[in-house]
């Protein structure tokens, strides 16, 4: 119970709130796919990372459209133009 009543608490100034978390969390994935899109080229898309290497794909590949559609959806929350051409 005293977890609980814990988790309920107002942040305080050294705690950032959900949407401050939230906030962070998207700018920090939109930073990581503009870097991620420096590593592919052409038509390929990031498919996995094996031994430390980013393993591609084509557009053949079922979950080939997971790549431009987290880019489109970065873009709606950030705004960021190269995210946008990128999916595009």
């Known amino acids: 119970i005293m ?8 942040p305080t100034k050294e705690q950032p709130t959900l949407l401050e978390t939230i906030d962070q969390n998207l700018t920090d994935a939109a ?3 503009q870097f991620m899109s420096t590593l592919i080229s052409g038509d390929r898309f990031p498919k996995t990372f094996e031994n430390e290497q980013m393993v ?8 080939s ?20 051409t990128e999916a595009m």
């Open 56 to 63: 591609t794909s084509g557009s053949d590949w079922w979950c």
């Open 65 to 84: 459209g997971f790549y431009p559609g987290s880019l489109l959806y970065l873009y709606e929350e950030t705004g960021s133009q190269p995210l946008y």
């Open 31 to 33: 930073q990581q796919y």
């Open 3 to 10: 977890l609980w009543a814990g988790a309920c608490t107002t």
